[in-house]
T-cell receptor, first 114, second 111 residues
Framework: DVKVTQSSRYLVKRTGEKVFLECVQDMDHENMFWYRQDPGLGLRLIYFSYDVKMKEKGDIPEGYSVSREKKERFSLILESASTNQTSMYLC?????????????FGPGTRLTVT | EDQVTQSPEALRLQEGESSSLNCSYTVSGLRGLFWYRQDPGKGPEFLFTLYSAGEEKEKERLKATLTKKESFLHITAPKPEDSATYLCAVQATGANSKLTFGKGITLSVRP
């Protein structure tokens, strides 16, 4: 059974703090993704990675960075958290070499920045 | 630019009242169309992938169909536990594995 896990379900941080969100997948997938989801705006892609140490900007990368040192782990970093980064953050993974391309999502991290 | 539009935004059904959710898409070349179910406060759960027009897939009370311009998620005799937000996404050929998502349809099924 496919599994994507995220380090926290709920997180409360103060403005200006550095925030780390971690994601781990056990499906040996090449691709990993970070999204944020806000009411009325849907899912928006922040960054994705198609291989270890590789990354590409998504639609809204400003204020975020990522790290992928191991194939199974993809981290999202908020260098200096701001209140407009309060959101639901979702990690996903997918195969790049298989026959199917669906993304599998983790349970999400609800981040509140005060 | 790839686009996905889902309608209606919200749908309220009585238990047992069958209906369909619509996903219209514009993409340069379709690699795959995906349906997900999302419960409040949780991550999306993968349901189906459709690859070509005319394809159909079924799972319990759900059936997904695909044409060249849209996909439908048919719900037959829904139950309250089918209440969720249903997301549609497309992947274009050469899209480097990225998906374009619609904003979702919130389905509520009353007992």
């Amino acid at each position: 059974d496919v599994k994507v896990t995220q380090s926290s379900r709920y997180l409360v941080k103060r403005t200006g703090e550095k925030v780390f969100l971690e994601c781990v997948q056990d499906m040996d997938h090449e691709n990993m993704f970070w999204y944020r989801q806000d009411p009325g705006l849907g899912l928006r892609l922040i960054y994705f990675s198609y291989d270890v140490k590789m990354k590409e900007k998504g639609d809204i990368p400003e204020g975020y960075s990522v790290s992928r040192e191991k194939k199974e782990r993809f981290s999202l970093i908020l260098e200096s958290a701001s209140t407009n980064q309060t959101s639901m953050y979702l990690c996903a993974s997918s195969s790049r070499t298989g026959l199917t391309y669906e993304q599998y999502f983790g349970p999400g991290t609800r981040l509140t920045v005060t | 630019e790839d686009q996905v539009t889902q309608s209606p935004e919200a749908l309220r059904l009585q238990e047992g009242e069958s209906s369909s959710l619509n996903c219209s898409y514009t993409v340069s070349g379709l690699r795959g169309l995906f349906w997900y179910r999302q419960d409040p406060g949780k991550g999306p759960e993968f349901l189906f992938t459709l690859y070509s027009a005319g394809e159909e897939k079924e799972k319990e009370r759900l059936k997904a169909t695909l044409t060249k311009k849209e996909s439908f998620l048919h719900i037959t005799a829904p139950k309250p536990e089918d209440s969720a937000t249903y997301l549609c996404a497309v992947q274009a050929t050469g899209a480097n594995s990225k998906l374009t998502f619609g904003k979702g349809i919130t389905l509520s099924v009353r007992p």
